[in-house]
């Protein structure tokens, strides 16, 4: 029974809570007698030393660029590319940004980018169902959340007929990951439409650090079986990696009798990646990859009812030339093509997007000028079975349906006003698409760091989100392009050298909101307006060489408005007010480490409970090469809907769910 | 083509009495709480503890000790300098100079063009002889950098030093730090005199400056 079930879980909840305490105090007193090996949860850090040992291999051009000071062990140096495309140290980021490196990957136990993107403080993650997912940033969530941009290794992943991402068509192999930098707020300045309310950027490793095998291997209850290999060399100046992946997902759970959950998701993935550097200057990337695979996004069926899964595909091929022409001077052209495919009882859709882009980056003067300009071809046919007739295309009379072509270009300038003190940036994004015809995206920010310790920033920004295909066929008027003003401050401190934290306060006005009147003909139009605003806040906290602490806590109020007859797709109340998230990780002796996580999330005003969840991750690593762990994922609260029924998507619970895992590298 | 909305599943409301919501929330704002006052506490705590404001790691000498050794692979140098194949390559410094322990560990782990380096110590610039690589601290004073430049021009040797007018004496490469990190200023005549042949390489770095 419900009441049974809360009370019952409430003293779990607060025995595993009082136990965390115990073992955090127990782990204190036998970690502060451990040297720290190379399990030590380090701070995150791009491939910059800051050992000085490191210092004496670097090359010239390394030299030239090796900050002479640096609070130690910090955040603050940390570099950064998704806010100015050029890689800058966060302490003088204006946005609002967080970096997940590949160990914090590892250590929270995710198998998706979803679940890592749970651990980023703002981002609203929520499993519709075993197969779909709803993560947006800073409200309008939904199953195609349409107001964040989301990249891998540049290319957009992306449908333009629903503008928003489907998860389940883009895995990533975590092992190869870099880093993910997540932006909040308005990106669109520099990386174009769409990105109104945040940027996710996946950067995968060069391949110059995935050389040797990696395997890995594990399976559980709700991450059904899982497995992943890669195979990495150099031969001359190429280094290459060639990998594969396979994974199948659980259903999630249905609470009515006659019901039956229908939304597994399995997938098999393999991909190509090779980095060619011709000269000291040059580097040339190809990578490519294909995605094989199932899903059930229908989520369960009801008596009665017959139910097809739907499958889907996807291929990619990216191609990218950097060349650095002197410390102060680089650029870099890119070309990819995009094709997923997605293919269900109803509905055959086939995507081809093509997209090359350039950029410029120079530093001079007191000016660090980046500008570029790009072009990006989207493509799509679409096939519906809806009627006896057969496989039939769109009806007539829904025009620019197939293609949308966008030429853009950018500009921007980081200004040093006061040297080491103050930043002034300013720059544009520019398009034309035949779509909305010209939009621009401007945006002015300053930063100001008063000592290596502190930085505040500030950002005034404009962003579009231009109308989805599915948007522009079922429309009785033209419609533009939804904009936003976004004003946001923020502070980051590094107070002392173990602990670091930042906050991030926003204010956003939007209009032009498209939304719909299904109850009339009349379709989509820009009749709606909103004030969203909120804060960010998170901190990091090294309490002993084996002991760190992370925390983050998110609030977002939201004041959405529309006439009558209309409504939004992505109705007020879909999202959160309070967000939760704490991690606590120890290094304990033996080779083993331990990570418990702790997430919160409020209740949505369409009718989704709050829920509060733990994750566990031990591990076992005897030598550098051999690794095991067990995962529990999503305990302490039982069953849990974490969203609802969207666009013919039917939401199950997310249960409680353990993995087990071994990993091998050579 | 368009998709109804589904409404939402109504989660089981009917025996979620006032009661057990209390339990629930009760528990859940202890746990946040508790977790909220450990993480304070525990900063508050180590934050007295520490006055200090946080060391900034100073990389200043090993990124100089660095680029000396990056110079002795990107510069030739006449070979009169070097009196048979098996003579080392020679740096050389002021005793107490802060880039001698990295200067030493380079000197133990690489080589130049083959050979193997010798640090030289120095008591005083006066003391400083021709060597391949002489480093003139910024500390030192200025009448006795223009000592040492005057003495030691044309003996193929490499002058580097800091202070602003270590060109204009006659020194061939200047250590500067712009925007936090450091930078060099090379002088292609002085380099020319000494019978330097500066690769391109290392001037596509520097900031050439006649």
């Known amino acids: 029974m419900m009441g049974d079930r809360w009370a019952g879980d409430g003293s779990r909840m607060a025995a595993a809570l009082i136990g965390a305490i115990l073992i955090s105090l127990a782990a204190h007193v036998s970690v502060g007698q451990q040297t720290s090996a190379d399990q030590t949860a380090s701070p995150p850090q791009v491939d910059k030393p800051t050992d000085a040992k490191d210092i004496l291999n670097l090359d010239l051009e390394q030299l030239a660029n090796t900050p002479v000071t640096v609070p130690a062990g910090t955040s603050m140096a940390a570099e950064v590319t998704s806010v100015s495309r050029t890689a800058e140290p966060i302490a003088r980021t204006p946005a609002a940004v ?3 490196t590949n160990e914090m990957i590892r250590r929270c136990g995710a198998r998706n980018v979803p679940e890592v993107l749970r651990t980023v403080p703002g981002v609203d993650v929520a499993q519709i169902n075993a197969s779909t997912w709803a993560i947006s940033i800073r409200g309008f969530n939904g199953r195609f959340a349409n107001k964040l941009l989301v990249q891998i290794d540049g290319v957009a992943i992306y449908s333009p007929l629903h503008s928003g991402v489907f998860w389940e068509r883009d895995p990533v192999m975590l092992e190869d990951v870099e880093r993910i930098e997540v932006i909040r707020g308005p990106g669109g300045s520099l990386w174009g439409n769409n990105a109104v309310n945040g940027v996710i950027n996946i950067i995968t490793k060069s391949s110059k650090d995935t050389k040797g095998v990696y395997a890995d291997v594990g399976g559980g209850t709700e991450h059904r079986q899982f497995s992943n290999l890669r195979v990495g060399g150099q031969s001359g100046d190429v280094a290459y990696r060639v990998w594969g992946s396979n994974a199948d997902d659980n259903c999630g759970y249905v609470p009515n009798p006659g019901d039956r959950a229908v939304d597994s998701y399995r997938y ?56 650095q022409t002197d410390p102060d001077t680089d650029w870099a052209v890119q070309a990819y093509y995009y094709e997923p495919y997605g293919d269900s009882e109803q509905v055959r859709e086939c995507n081809t997007n093509f997209d090359v882009d350039f950029q410029y980056h120079a530093k001079r003067n007191r000016h660090d000028i980046v500008w570029g300009c790009g072009y990006r071809n989207d493509n799509e046919e679409l096939l519906f079975n809806l009627t006896s007739g057969g496989w039939q295309p769109p009806s007539p009379g829904i025009t620019n349906l197939d293609t949308e072509k966008i030429p853009s270009y950018f500009f921007q300038d980081t200004i040093t006003l006061v040297e080491d003190r103050l930043f002034f940036t300013a720059g544009s994004k520019f398009d034309h698409n035949n779509i909305t015809n010209f939009e621009y995206q401007p945006s002015a920010k300053l930063a100001y760091t008063p000592d290596e310790r502190t930085s505040w920033w500030g950002a005034i920004t404009r962003a579009v989100r231009t109308p989805s295909l599915k948007e522009r066929a079922n429309t009785h008027e033209d419609l533009d392009s939804e904009t936003l003003l976004s004003y946001e401050i923020g502070y980051r401190r590094q107070a002392t050298e173990r602990c670091f934290w930042e906050l991030a306060v926003f204010y956003n006005r939007y209009n032009n909101l498209i939304a719909t009147a299904t109850m009339s003909a009349q379709g989509y139009a820009n009749v709606g307006d909103a004030d969203t605003y909120g804060f960010e806040y998170n901190t990091t906290y090294q309490v002993a060489p084996g002991w760190r602490l992370t925390g983050s806590y998110s609030f977002f109020i ?17 999202n959160p007010r309070n967000m939760f998230y704490f991690q606590s990780g120890w290094d304990l002796g033996h080779d083993v480490t331990f990570d418990l996580m702790f997430r919160y999330v409020d209740s949505l005003a369409m009718g989704v409970q709050k829920y509060f969840v733990g994750d566990i991750r031990v591990a076992w690593r005897p030598t550098r090469r051999f690794e095991m762990s067990v995962v529990g994922q999503n305990l302490f609260d039982g069953r849990h809907y974490e969203f609802y029924d969207a666009l013919g998507v039917k939401a199950t619970e997310v249960k409680p769910g353990v993995y087990g895992m071994v990993s091998w590298r050579y | 083509m368009k998709r109804s909305l589904a409404h939402p599943p109504m989660p089981d409301t009917s025996l979620a009495t006032s009661v057990q919501r209390g339990l629930w929330l009760r528990w859940t704002l202890v746990g946040l709480l508790a977790g909220a006052v450990l993480l304070a506490a525990s900063s508050i705590a180590l934050m007295a503890q520490e006055e200090e404001p946080p060391p900034l790691a100073n990389r200043e000498y090993p990124i100089k000790a660095a680029y000396l050794y990056q110079f002795g692979r990107y510069i030739e140098w006449p070979a009169r300098t070097f009196p048979n194949a098996k003579a080392p390559f020679v740096i050389g410094v002021l005793e107490g100079d802060p880039t001698l322990p990295d200067l030493d560990r380079i000197a133990q782990s690489k080589t130049i063009q083959n050979r193997p380096i010798e640090i030289r110590r120095f008591p005083t610039p006066r003391a400083m002889q021709a060597c391949h690589i002489l480093f003139l601290p ?47 200023q090379v002088a292609r005549k002085a380099a020319q005199r000494e019978g330097l042949i500066i690769s391109a390489k290392l001037l596509q770095v520097a900031h050439v400056v006649d």
Request: aromatic letters at 12%.
């Open chain 1, 98 to 100: 967080y970096v997940v």
């Open chain 1, 268 to 323: 098999a993935q393999g991909g190509f990646r090779a980095d060619w550097t011709p000269t000291r200057e040059d580097t040339i990337t190809c990578q490519g990859d294909f995605v094989d695979g199932r899903s059930g996004y229908q989520g369960y069926t009801a008596m009665m009812e017959q139910f097809t899964p739907s499958d889907f595909s996807r291929r990619t091929l990216m191609s990218r030339w950097a060349h």
């Open chain 1, 558 to 574: 939201e004041c959405l408005t529309v006439p009558m007859p209309y409504m939004y797709e992505f109705p007020a109340g879909a």
């Open chain 2, 138 to 184: 910024g500390s030192v004073p200025p009448e006795s950098q223009s000592e040492v430049v005057r003495r030691l021009t044309g003996r193929g040797g490499l002058l580097v030093g800091e202070s602003d007018d270590f060109l204009d004496l006659g020194g061939t490469i200047r250590f500067t730090v712009e925007n936090n990190k450091v930078r060099i």
